[in-house]
């Protein structure tokens, strides 16, 4: 059996779970290669016009599987922490990309909860049941795939650069190169270090998203919210560039809340969609990299590209 | 001794030459109608009659277009636009605190204090209020476009016209025309419609202090500056130079680098003879296939442009010699 696997939207954070998983299984894992121009287009074009990129890119992602493998596994994630959600469009992922295209196999939709991992089980087990396998392949599968998931770090904390800033935006934005065009790496070559939340504790994120007005509903803000203020608090980082997408509603939240936070704290968004031209994601960075250099370094000090 | 900047953007190409005391003494205004290489060339043609490249001491470009321009002329900064126009903006005047761009293909706000750019935005998606759009405009009504401004300001009254988009302003102007509203009123209608977009979509949670330089083309329209100093409540104020701002800006910049470097990369006026040209291929390094543009001057390269990764352009640093930091 050839289960496929999208390497869209929240596969970057979570594939060493759904990849152990279904390889403990016995199935042959086929995962789609990353994001590039044929499956970026694809997506653009099987996916509904007022969805967001990243959503667009999975469709994609769905699409270069189709013939390749027997099943495919489309994450319908509910919820990630109790008593928040993520965003709706994962709620309704599997509509979305069942409708939009043709010809697919059959598909796992089935709602993930991942707030314990007794919750998290029940997936894992209907799942498994899928592939025909009973509850102790599966339970022996189920636990490899969290070890898998437990030991693996993800997240940037560069050393040694004279700039720091903070990369905020979902991860899917961050970690996919093809959808932002590279911005790690430009980042980086324009002589900043990045830090990204993942190596800021869970708690410090909860302490400072419980100084809002309203404890936030949706994961993405906690996270993203708790990460910006810490950071700037803390002079971890000199400056905050936001990944967003057009259309985005949680991305819209956070970013008045952080502007709301830190109202004097160097702050850039970058909003792509399929349109987006590098040109003008290339100038805003370098400009934002000069204010910085300005603003910590004196005058003469002002770099010659950019 | 002389400063050279080159601004190369997608609708036009700009080239000052300043003096060591950061006066401008000569500007050249060229379309760039799709074709930078040529636009760069006939600008140097210019300027070979009436200088002396040894003259040129130091040479910068900005723009969309900065790296092809840095890869053909040489370079000593290749700077960003926000850079540029605030560098410019602060050598006309050190109190600015707010500098509103509108050029012919884009918009930008850049907020400064004491002297330090704290904050910008840039609109490169919706063509409402960048000066295509009302050159556009200024040709359905035939009227010519350096008219446009006494047409708003003579206006007796104003039309409210919807500005968030180009595609509504224009069919909402030509549905008040229709209504039988004259020429005056519609077109103090547009400005303040474009003013009112600008605010609120570049501007959009900034706080816009006095003092502000207007500049970019679009400053040229005197119904631009009093819409917008109706908008704001007080007087804003267009340099004198206001079209050339990010080129002069890059001429500054680059002369700041050769007092360190002590040493330009310009490589003179011959370009404008040269045969320099350039050749497009599809890179088969991954599935992304890249259109990767060459850029030759007759049998040398130049440059590589256009790659997603920087299996190109990382050639072309190279070959420039320059490097970030
Ligand atoms: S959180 Fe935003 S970017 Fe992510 S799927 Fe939802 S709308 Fe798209
Ligand atoms: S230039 Fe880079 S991204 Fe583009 S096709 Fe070649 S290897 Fe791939």
Redesign the pocket.
Known sequence: MKVGIPKG?LYCKYHPFLVTFFGELGAEVIVSEDTNKNIFDAGIKYCVDD?????KIFHGHVNFLKDKCDLVVIPRIMQLWKNEY?????CGLPEMVLNNLNGLPPAITDPIYATSWKNLYSWAQKSGNLLGKNNRQIKVAFNKAIEAQKNHKTGIDDEGYEIKIALTG?P??IYDKFLNMNLVKKINNLGMGIRTAEFTQEDILAREADNLYKRPFWT?VRENYGFALNSAKEKKVDGIIYVS?F?????SVIIELIKNGLPDFPFLILKIDEHTGEAGINTRIEAFRDMLERRLFNESHISTLG | MYYLGVDLGSVSTDLALVDKNHNLVEKIYLKTRGNPIKAIQEGFKILKDKYDEREITAAGTTGSGRMIASAIMGADAVKNEITAHARAALEFDKEVRTIIEIGGQDSKIIIINKGIVTDFAMNTVCAAGTGSFLDRQAERLEIPIEEFGDYALRAGSTVRIAGRCAVFAESDMIHKQQLGYAKEEIIRGLCDALVRNYLNNVGKGKTILPKVLFQGGVAANKGMKAAFEKELGFEIFVPENYSMMGAIGAAIIAGDQVKKTGKTKFRGFKLAENNIFSRSFDCDGCPNRCEVVKIYENDNILGYFGDRCSRWTGKTNEILGLRSG
């Open positions: 939207l969805a967001c990129l990243p959503v993520i965003c709706p469009k994962f979902h899917y934005n993405f997408s259309n985005c509603g949680t991305d």
